[in-house]
């Protein structure tokens, strides 16, 4: 039973989704769509903070994510529209010279618009395509895209990757040779693991190089990787992936993201700045990944013994690069504490930790312990975020954390169904701008 239907924001329904997209295309670019792509969001158990650092992370895909209809141009230009309200400015156009990381740097463009994700994409494609002939786009090719999301935007389940990821399926379908051998639906099962690998990297040269965000490749693969009913288990020393179970820990427990509605903007900075403390650690360390002053399977003991090292190192330093170096120290904690937590999940999901009797309740410590880490070390929560983590921990949760980047976003609650009730309830009382999303881990990005 629910409270209110209302606190929960339902993935709807795809068909009806897309043909809504479909019919809105027509009126808005007067003529029909050539296909509907979509790419999931995501959650994650844990691993936030350090994909950079060549760490392993723990996401899944949601049933919420991004729907992009388009049809092919053949003048290189792209018109783009979006139907999220809070981001609608009627159709943008993007043309040839202003697509690519030079031409957002420069400002000729308004900076931090959307349509940088979309464009960045476009651009990322065609440097793919430069080593793989399948990928290379044509010429003159340009689009006009309809985008429209089931997820919250800036709410830390990743819509950013969503709408990267629903685009360059657009693109590849589109505009290249890939595309032209395997049209509509039959690109879902041409597109290879490493072709999704290959697809995922160039989303993220988007958003690096072109919106200037500091993703690291979390949010990308689990948008164009997952699998439904897995988490994947996401080494990004090598972007390797293992899917692992789920029913382990969802046998008589539900995952819900509560959605804070304090949304963030990844490129103001702040995550930027929490990212450079800890590679100013990882250079003190003398390390080009972090993910290396760790053994293959790192414990607590092996945290202390890099921390002490930084010790060592920082004992005579007044600043680190000109950073705090206390608040270096920081990030290097939450990074390397994060990174044995995700070995412990992976372990525990792959069924190697034998004798463990509660999996729920070990797998809801990891989950809080892991939000202590975002609070106090990567110092990256708010108070509404650790406000449902303390509402969800005395209504009953087994675990609760904050996911994506923070400064805003989603925390993620492990919970047995019969509490859920008095959970919502207790949430509407924080903040009328909470929204529930039931986690079932989904497909990844497709042709629909
Ligand atoms: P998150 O990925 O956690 O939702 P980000 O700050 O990384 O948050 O990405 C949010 C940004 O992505 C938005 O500000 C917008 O620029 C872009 N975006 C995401 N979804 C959409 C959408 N449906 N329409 C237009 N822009 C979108
Ligand atoms: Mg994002």
Known sequence: MRTTDAVWLAPGEPQEIQSDLVSRFQQEYGRAASGTWFAPGRANLNGEH??????????????????????????????????????????????????????????????????????????????LGRSQPAFAVDADFGADLLVVSTLPIGGGLSSSAALECASILAFLALGT??????????????????????????????????????????????????????????????????????GCILRGYRLIAVDTG???RLADGQFGDRRADAEAATRLLGLDRLRDALPEQPRKADVSHVLEEFDRLAEQLETLDG?????????????????????????????????????????????????MSMRDDAEVSFDIADLVVETALAQG????????????????????????????????????????????????????
């Open 50 to 127: 350090i994909d950079f650092h060549a760490g392993r992370c723990l996401p899944m895909a949601l049933a919420h994510g991004t729907y992009v209809a388009a049809a092919p141009r053949t003048d290189g230009q792209l018109r783009l529209r979006t139907l999220d309200a809070s981001l609608d400015d009627g159709i943008t156009t993007v043309t040839p010279d202003q697509i690519g990381p030079a031409a957002a740097a420069s400002g000729r463009d308004a900076s931090g618009h959307w349509s940088h994700y979309v464009s960045g994409v476009l651009w990322a494609l065609r440097e």
């Open 323 to 371: 950073r705090s170096v206390e608040a270096c120290r920081r990030r290097l904690h939450h990074a390397l504490t994060e990174m044995v937590r995700s070995e412990k999940l992976h372990h525990l999901l792959s069924g190697e930790a034998y004798g463990v009797r509660h999996i729920a309740s070990t797998v809801g410590d990891i989950l809080t312990a892991g939000h």
């Open 262 to 264: 304090e949304a963030h």
């Open 177 to 246: 040779p890939f595309g032209q051998d395997n049209p509509l639906q039959d690109l879902n099962a041409a597109l290879t693991r490493e072709n999704r690998k290959d697809l995922a990297a160039a989303c993220v040269r988007a958003e690096v190089e072109v919106v200037g965000a500091g993703t690291g490749g979390l949010d990308q693969t689990a948008a164009m990787r997952a699998r439904p009913g897995k988490v994947l288990s996401l080494d990004c020393r090598d972007f390797s992936v293992t899917p692992l179970d789920i």
């Open 397 to 448: 949760a087994e675990g609760a954390r904050l996911i994506g980047g923070g400064f805003g976003g989603s925390v993620l609650v492990l919970i047995t169904p019969a509490a859920i009730p008095k959970l919502t309830a207790a949430l509407e009382r924080i903040s009328r701008r909470i929204r529930l999303l039931d986690v079932a881990p989904s497909a990844a990005a497709q042709a629909l």
